[in-house]
Every structure is written in structure tokens, then in C-alpha cells.
Nanobody, 121 residues
Framework: QEELVESGGDSVQFGESLTLSCAAS????????MSWYRQSPGAERSFVAR???????GYADIIKGRFTISRDNAKNTIYLQMNNLRPEDTAVYFC???????????????WGQGTQVTVSS
């Protein structure tokens, strides 16, 4: 059974840094694009950053320059390095990935359970 597990969420102070991780697991899987989204209380889930298997990245304008997404293909894991955190970055951060089984053309989208990031002023 394929799944995504996020980790690294914490409570930090304004201006501090934090790194989130998301690991994809399953038997004989191949992982294509992986992304981070976030959702604040009362708000819709919004895109944060994306990374493809070839290393290409994309970022939401609101976090560009402060957050960096990276990937370890051997571990099917992505990271989100978050610097200069602000109270408005407080949210549950979710990982999403397109996963297929080796040899299959069928790709499915999976979501993790989320990890809480709280930034205090």
C-alpha cells in the first residue's frame, strides 16, 4: 500500500527556520512530481512548492525566496527548508505525490496526513 508520511512540524518563533520531510513508501513504486501544500484554519488548502523527478521546481509567490524544496530520489523523499518564518506561515503542511507502480502507466495522486507548523510572533 502506497503512502506518504510527513514529519518535522513544530512550534517556532518569528524568523526561525524549520525543515519538513515527506517520504513516499510502497512496493516497487516510482514517484513522479511531489508537492507541498498548506492549509491555515478557515482557509482553503494552497500550493506551496513542487519538485519533479528531474529536479525542476516551482514555488508559490508568497514563499519564494524563503522556502526551498529539495528531493532525494533514492529515498523517495522531499524536503521543505523554511527560513525566516512568519506567523502567517502557520498552517498544516501537506505532502502530495503522483505515484505509480514500476512497469505501470497508471499514476495515482496521494496525500499525507499533514504536519503542523506554528510560528509565534
Amino acid at each position: 500500500q502506497e503512502e506518504l508520511v510527513e514529519s518535522g512540524g513544530d512550534s517556532v518563533q518569528f524568523g526561525e527556520s524549520l525543515t519538513l520531510s515527506c517520504a513516499a513508501s510502497g512496493n516497487n513504486i516510482e514517484v513522479d512530481g511531489m508537492s507541498w501544500y498548506r492549509q491555515s484554519p478557515g482557509a482553503e488548502r494552497s500550493f506551496v512548492a513542487r519538485i519533479f523527478e528531474d529536479g525542476r521546481t516551482g514555488y508559490a509567490d508568497i514563499i519564494k525566496g524563503r522556502f526551498t524544496i529539495s528531493r532525494d530520489n533514492a529515498k523517495n523523499t522531499i524536503y521543505l527548508q523554511m527560513n525566516n518564518l512568519r506567523p502567517e506561515d502557520t498552517a498544516v503542511y501537506f505532502c502530495s505525490a503522483n505515484i505509480r507502480r514500476a512497469g505501470s502507466f497508471i499514476t495515482r495522486n496521494y496525500w499525507g496526513q499533514g504536519t503542523q507548523v506554528t510560528v509565534s510572533s
